[in-house]
């Protein structure tokens, strides 16, 4: 083929070296505006992995990068005149221009040619004078080649919210450096690294109000040094900051990250009577944030991916290995994207964390991407992650009023107490408020019972009941339990001492009431779907239907409804104490009732109750400020929400922050942050740990406790949630409903068995630790064997 790569950056010059390698015949030009051996820019990092990507494409040029690196293992964090080391990440950084050089000469080497001082204009011109079979865009974030194709590649370009620069530095690291330093005006961030023997990256970093605050869009580029030079004096002992951007004037070396993701990668041009696919690699294609040190890496990896489906599926034609190309790396560049995203959006609102003390906002910091989790840093430094845990430990217990106790391993944070009022959870794990359809008339009976008792008898701390309903025409479905007569109050009762007599969990249970979803089948006959007979008439904060053209029409509640249903909450509030409820949580998200009234989508009202958020908010604050009255004030209530819509004009996670300080300020505890199903228009963004996000602006931006919910399966989840400070709790669902002792399974698969067991589990729980301590032997017998030696080891007994 004729190649053409429009760009000499890092994809270009790789994605040309592994062609010619593949095959010598390629006719293959470089075309690049600077000059020879010439570039803009500092260091570059990757990590351990992307080096052995870059062995296995061409070890020739990767051992010429690695005799270039600098390699550390270390992250210094350094906060409020502290420093926290965490070891064992694996990071190499290069100089640009060194790297680049290297591709250069293995190009020149390969055969590969290199065309300079040429600003490509038009790529179509380019691509006849070089008869190009193929086009490769390469030319960076501004890409005018994905400018002039716009339509076909369909670019999503988001311009963030901070600034920064690019500056260097003498001054030689040992670790990567992650500085913060508050001024009048804000925060602002350095993220430093050496890359060769006598140079080091410095990037500085802040949200763009401060750097307006600051002024730094009045200097000139030497003022703007010099005030970095200031601010981070002490880390620079005594040396100077420099620019490598002097064609900027002023502040314009200062700039905003644009995160780029186009939907396609691939434009075809008829050239001379061919079809020839203008194909985008690197920058062109997509950006990740500077602060997981990814651009690079995903440009290399480009190229190498682009290179081995020319390799695979060569003969079957160029659309097939395009096609092959973009399916495979946009998916991994998704991965990566993601976890920018996160840790881009940290940066953004460091001011978030600086309530935090310097352990857990390092700690913060480190996981902040969440591709990084506790049992990740567990394996890179075991020691960081013990010396933190019992940090975290003496922390909780401390705030607790309990004295730690000694273990023979560092407690996990999912396992530390929590008080809230006068309530000590013995650990952060929670049963979710799960719907079971199995109360007859309102009462709870034996299948509630079990249930409950199991799950609180299986280490969680806190179990909380479905949601309890305060009338009948509260009701989800005929088989939801209520809190509406005598008899519900008993039976409830009755759940509640076997807990308390059996178990050190506490017991919560959950008031709503179901709105306009409500009279509906139980799930195993049709989700949401209406009864075909004895509905019961529904209320909702203004006339709709769930389901259109399918649910039953609720009407707009009135001011006499609206006094009843509060007066139901009072109710069931009475009687939730009267059962021995420890925890009486209020239910607002999901659509339900009080739901309805906080949500735009489902708010239509033109009376008090209508219009503004605080206005949304009156009734639901009216019915928590009435039950907190008559609540005993040693217990907590807590506060579902749905912390996000998921539909365009609904509730927000800013929403959220503001209904969390409302709430908060009636009196409220903590905020149970989940999200969605207020209306079947939502389009949800599903992964691990998903809603956890809310939880952590509404902890850390709302000054309240929170639970975070939704697709947290595994102790690493919890515990790097709780760790980080990202939520107070964690609720568990469908995973306790597999296994009710989830919490005393996590426990012992991390090794940690001096939690408190039910008696009636003491022989498992002797099992469990008898096969530890046979790992543990296995482990200590095979240290420094080969797999042959550990095997004939074992054929021997």
């Not at 023997?197 to 730094?216: C, H, M, Q, R, Y």
């Not at 580029?221 to 970095?228: G, L, P, R, S």
């Not at 995160?259 to 194909?279: E, G, L």
């Given at each position: 083929m004729n190649i053409l790569c429009i760009g000499g950056g890092p994809a270009g010059l790789y994605f040309s070296l592994l062609m010619k390698k593949q095959d010598p015949a390629h006719q293959i030009t470089v075309v690049e505006r600077n000059r020879p051996y010439d570039t803009f820019g500092w260091g570059v990092v990757f990590s351990d992995q992307t080096l052995g990507n870059l062995v296995n494409a061409d070890e020739q040029t990767a051992r010429s990068i690695l005799q270039s690196f600098n390699h550390w293992d270390d992250i210094d964090t350094h906060f409020k005149g502290q420093v926290v080391t965490s070891g064992g990440h694996g990071f190499c950084g290069i100089g640009r221009k060194r790297l680049l050089n290297i591709l250069q000469e293995r190009c020149e080497e390969l055969g590969v040619k290199l065309v300079f001082e040429t600003d490509v204009a038009d790529d179509q011109a380019l691509a006849r004078e070089y008869a190009a079979d193929l086009v490769i865009a390469c030319d960076g974030l501004n890409s005018r080649v994905r400018t002039r194709y716009e339509q076909s590649y369909q670019p999503d370009i988001d311009t963030r919210k901070c600034r920064f620069v690019w500056l260097g530095t003498k001054k030689l690291f040992s670790a990567f450096t992650f500085a913060f330093?508050?001024?009048?005006?804000?925060?602002?961030?350095?993220?430093?690294?050496?890359?060769?023997?006598?140079?080091?990256?410095?990037?500085?970093?802040?949200?763009?109000?401060?750097?307006?605050?600051?002024?730094?869009?009045?200097?000139?580029?030497?003022?703007?040094?010099?005030?970095?030079?200031?601010?981070?004096?002490?880390?620079?002992?005594?040396?100077?900051?420099?620019?490598?951007?002097?064609?900027?004037?002023?502040?314009?070396?200062?700039?905003?990250?644009?995160?780029?993701?186009?939907?396609?990668?691939?434009?075809?041009?008829?050239?001379?009577?061919?079809?020839?696919?203008?194909?985008?690699?690197?920058?062109?294609?997509h950006t990740a944030h500077f602060s997981i040190g990814s651009g690079t890496k995903l440009a290399l990896e480009d190229a190498i991916e682009l290179a081995c489906s020319f390799e695979k599926h060569g003969k079957q034609g160029m659309k097939a290995v395009l096609e092959e190309y973009q399916a495979l790396r946009s998916v991994e560049v998704l991965k990566i994207q993601s976890a920018a995203r996160n840790s881009m959006e940290w940066f953004e609102n460091v001011k978030r964390y600086t309530a935090m003390e310097a352990p857990q906002f390092a700690y913060s910091m480190l996981t902040r991407s969440q591709r990084l989790s506790h049992e990740n840093l567990r394996t890179r430094d075991s020691a960081y992650v013990r010396s933190f845990e019992e940090w975290i430990a003496e922390q909780a217990y401390a705030r607790a009023g309990l004295p730690v106790p000694k273990t023979r391993s560092a407690i996990p944070p999912m396992l530390t107490p929590f008080k809230l009022r006068d309530v000590v959870l013995k650990n952060r794990i929670v049963v979710s408020p799960m719907a079971q359809y199995s109360a007859v008339d309102g009462i709870a009976g034996d299948y509630h019972l079990v249930h409950l008792g199991s799950r609180a008898m299986g280490g969680a701390g806190l179990v909380f009941a479905e949601m309890t309903c305060v009338s009948a025409d509260a009701r989800i479905t005929p088989a939801c339990p209520g809190l509406y007569a005598p008899a519900h109050t008993q039976a409830w009762k009755r759940i509640v001492d076997f807990v308390h007599a059996n178990t050190d969990a506490k017991i919560a249970v959950q008031l709503g009431h179901a709105g306009a979803k409500g009279s509906t089948c139980v799930a195993w006959e049709g989700t949401d779907q209406p009864l075909k007979e004895d509905n019961w008439p529904l209320v909702s904060a203004s006339e709709q239907e769930y389901l259109v053209g399918i649910s039953q029409r609720a009407r707009a509640a009135s001011l006499e409804d609206m006094q009843r249903i509060k007066a139901d909450f009072v109710s069931s509030t009475m009687a939730a104490d009267e059962a021995g409820f420890d925890w009486l949580e209020l239910h607002c998200a999901h659509g339900y009732l009080l739901s309805s009234f906080i949500s735009p989508l489902t708010n239509q009202r033109q009376d008090a109750y209508g219009g503004s958020l605080e206005n949304r908010c009156r009734f639901p604050l009216e019915i928590f400020a009435a039950i907190r009255a008559i609540w005993p004030a040693h217990k907590p209530i807590s506060v579902r929400i749905s912390a996000h819509d998921w539909v365009e004009g609904g509730i927000t996670p800013d929403d959220a922050i503001e209904i969390a300080r409302l709430f908060k300020a009636a009196g409220a505890d903590m905020i149970d942050c989940s999200s969605g199903q207020v209306s079947k228009q939502e389009k949800p963004v599903y992964g691990r740990m998903f809603q956890t996000p809310f939880a952590d602006r509404i902890r850390n931006e709302g000054q309240i406790p929170t639970i975070a919910v939704g697709a947290i399966f595994e102790a690493d989840h919890a515990n790097s949630i709780i760790a980080a400070g990202r939520a107070d709790l964690c609720a568990i669902a469908r995973p306790h409903l597999a296994n009710p002792s989830w919490t005393l399974n996590e426990a012992a698969k991390l090794g940690f068995l001096d939690m408190p067991w039910p008696k009636q589990y003491t022989a498992a729980k002797m099992q469990l630790e008898r096969n530890l301590e046979r790992e543990r032997q296995i482990a200590a017998a095979s240290a420094g064997l080969t797999p042959q030696q550990i095997a004939a080891r074992l054929l021997e007994g």
């Open positions: 330093e508050e001024t009048e005006h804000g925060w602002f961030q350095a993220h430093a690294y050496q890359y060769d023997g006598d140079t080091a990256t410095f990037i500085v970093e802040t949200p763009e109000e401060t750097w307006l605050k600051s002024g730094i869009d009045q200097m000139s580029q030497e003022e703007a040094v010099a005030f970095c030079e200031k601010l981070f004096a002490k880390y620079l002992d005594g040396n100077a900051l420099m620019s490598n951007a002097s064609h900027l004037r002023g502040s314009a070396n200062w700039i905003k990250f644009p995160r780029i993701i186009c939907k396609n990668w691939v434009h075809w041009n008829q050239i001379n009577d061919r079809q020839v696919p203008v194909v985008l690699m690197g920058d062109a294609a």
